[in-house]
């Protein structure tokens, strides 16, 4: 199983030497670290163990001007070796680092007191007690404290013996979630191109996969693997791992970015957190306070806004809060984070991601607390369910709820199947999912809208789809909601009739007035039927008001009492049956008919004769050909009764 060993402590508490003496290897990699015998960025090594495997080594700098390096290699630490300095004892970034750790969730640590050749054993126990007063009410209390003297080798065999025992003794599971690296360094090697190296936080990485580099989207494919400087073919979580990238590099890879799996798409500038504020941020943490915040090895400018109507968290208090960011990083449901003041001169606190991409909250928001909440419930289904609720969209993919999730798409399809409240619908090429609450909730904001739309429009048979698609609560795609309204007619919740929605049951009702103009329209269009006025004429002829008719027209046309023929000229259902009869009478036997034959035999004027022509090519009746018409191959269904 892999493991990675941290170091933490004070500048010059001998982190480096305790290494060394450990591995042999000298962490010191840079010119000026030799050259002012500090630490200033991350050093490697790594450790062997009984089994034959390795455990990674990251060594941090102590100053603390170079925290943001050393948290930079602190995320992923499984073991920490806590370095506190015989004759200084606990000094400001021992406290810095032991708040830091603790709040990145390590739970395994070794403190050493080191330089032990330089202080008496009074001393020493002086040190073990302040190192057990520190660690108080921490991750770390109860850890095992051992003197050291990189001079001398005292303590060195225990050390080996307790980092083999804390170790093998330790349950890892193993973390759910596709493979992701955030970068701790990346460089250029001549003949080999973009070299990476960081922490696997997740899941595994084969040579010749492709991989994302987040933020900026930029694909690579893997060329070669190393782990603890050795070819492999394969690589996976809890290794030190070096990757050698082949693919055209838009914008440079930096520490910062993170290499993950193709799979993972969604970067933030935003989240959701429980923060815990620690003991060093004496003011405490006030609402819409600038910080700094360290997840992975990104570091970002960005702003805390507290939740739940407080303006102030205490130090050793903890809040709900949504963290915004200048720049957007990947950030994961479980990540862990610190939180720095602007500065850059103390550390705050620091807390765990509950929500990647939540939207912003409203002062208040009803129920805020309580979904906070259950996004902090580890159960799967619970979660499904609040994610797919908070979204802003009805109904979303599967990608963004396993991102969310922090599962494989077969793990999150498999947790989605097993969750009652959730429905799926296809569409658009894929299964979009939302929860049996929203649709319950859209099926009764369309009925809403079908029972006002009826009530202020009696007389139309139903609202059109558009129309009621731009009155739902969410955006939802024109084939989406075509599935949508399906399933709302099989579950009798709304009636279809071409493009237009109305209630289950619902029938125009005609008022006494709209009857009257009903059969005052009959008789000015059945006094000469072959020749009716016009829709302005039939306006004027009536004296009724043109909204009024247009509406009356359209009943009339539904009932199938009138046809339009024209976009302005409408006859009576009667007469343009008979009017079909003749013309199909008239082309079984001759075959084909002009516009001037069919006006003799009509007996009537060339302006009704066209437009009847024309309709009967729309409906199926007639084809034409040249100047004439003739009879498609069989009379349109339904009108042969009429051609009798």
Not at 324 to 347: N, Q, S, Y
Not at 453 to 472: I, Q, Y
Not at 606 to 633: H, M, P, Q, W
Request: one cysteine or more.
């Amino acid at each position: 199983m892999p493991y990675i060993i941290g170091t933490a402590g004070h500048i010059d508490h001998g982190k480096t030497s305790l290494i060394k003496a450990l591995t042999g290897e000298d962490t010191d990699r840079l010119k000026e670290e030799k050259e002012r015998g500090i630490s200033i960025d991350l050093g490697f090594a790594h450790f062997d163990l009984p089994d034959g495997t390795q455990a990674g080594i990251v060594d941090v700098p102590g100053h603390e001007r170079f925290i943001r390096n050393m948290l930079a290699g602190a995320h992923g630490i499984d073991l920490v070796l806590f370095t506190v300095a015989a004759d200084d004892g606990v000094m400001p970034q021992t406290e810095e680092h032991l708040d830091i750790v603790h709040l990145l969730g390590v739970k395994l640590a070794i403190f050493l007191i080191t330089k032990t050749d330089l202080a008496p054993a009074s001393r020493i126990q002086e040190v073990d007690e302040e190192i057990k007063i520190l660690t108080l009410e921490t991750s770390l209390e109860g850890s095992p404290v051992i003197p050291f003297s990189a001079v001398t080798g005292q303590g060195l065999p225990e050390l080996r013996e307790q980092i083999v025992r804390t170790l093998q003794s330790a349950n890892k599971p193993a973390p759910k979630g596709y493979f992701r690296l955030p970068v701790d360094r990346a460089f250029s090697l001549q003949g080999h191109g973009l070299v990476v190296t960081g922490t696997a936080l997740s899941g595994e990485i084969k040579n010749g996969a492709h991989v994302r580099c987040l933020p900026g989207d930029q694909t690579f494919r893997i060329r070669s693997l190393q782990v603890h400087g050795h070819s492999v073919e394969s690589a996976r979580w809890g290794q030190r791992t070096a990757l050698n990238l082949a693919g055209q590099e838009k914008d440079p890879v930096a520490r910062g970015h993170v290499i993950c799996d193709e799979k993972l798409t969604l970067a933030t500038d935003r989240f959701d957190t429980r923060l815990e504020v620690r003991p060093a941020a004496s003011k405490g943490i006030k609402n819409h306070q600038r910080v700094r915040i360290h997840l992975g090895t990104a570091e970002r400018l960005g702003k805390l806004i507290l939740l739940g109507r407080i303006e102030k968290v205490e130090p050793k208090q903890s809040a709900f809060c949504q963290i915004t960011l200048t720049e957007p990083l990947l950030a994961l449901r479980g990540d862990r984070f610190i939180v720095r003041d602007e500065t850059a001169r103390r550390t705050l606190g620091g807390g765990i991601v509950l929500h990647p991409w939540p939207k912003r909250h409203r002062q208040g928001e009803p129920d805020l607390e309580q979904k906070l909440n259950r996004l902090c419930d580890s159960q799967v289904p619970a979660l499904i369910e609040t994610f797919l609720e908070e979204s802003d969209d009805f109904a979303i993919p599967l990608a963004p709820i396993y991102q969310f999730l922090n599962l494989k798409e077969e793990e999150a399809k498999d947790w989605i199947g097993r969750t009652p409240v959730v429905r799926s619908f296809s569409a658009e090429g894929e299964k979009l999912y939302a929860t049996e609450k929203k649709w319950q909730g859209l099926k009764e904001t369309i009925s809403k809208t079908l029972q006002e739309f009826h009530a202020s429009h009696p007389l139309a048979a139903g609202m059109d789809m558009e129309e009621a698609r731009a009155k739902l609560p969410y955006e939802i795609s024109p084939r989406l909601f075509r599935v949508l309204v399906d399933i709302l007619s099989e579950e009798k919740a709304a009636t279809r009739d071409g493009n237009l929605l109305s209630r289950p049951g619902y029938r125009i009702q005609l008022g006494a007035g709209e009857k009257t103009l009903t059969e005052n329209i009959k008789k000015i269009l059945g006094a000469n039927p072959m020749a009716p006025p016009d829709l302005k004429q039939l306006e004027k002829d009536l004296g009724a008001e043109k909204n009024k008719l247009a509406e009356v027209i359209r009943v009339m046309e539904r009932e199938k009492s009138l046809v339009r023929v024209a976009p302005d000229l409408y006859f009576l259902s009667d007469c343009v049956d008979k009017v079909r009869g003749v013309l199909y009478k008239y082309l079984a036997e001759h075959g084909e008919i002009t516009a001037a034959t069919f006006r003799d035999l009509l007996g009537s004027s060339r302006k009704y004769i066209i437009a009847l022509l024309e309709y009967f090519d729309r409906d199926g009746t007639t084809v034409r050909v040249g100047d004439a018409r003739r009879l498609r191959s069989s009379p349109p269904a339904g009108k042969q009764s009429a051609e009798r």
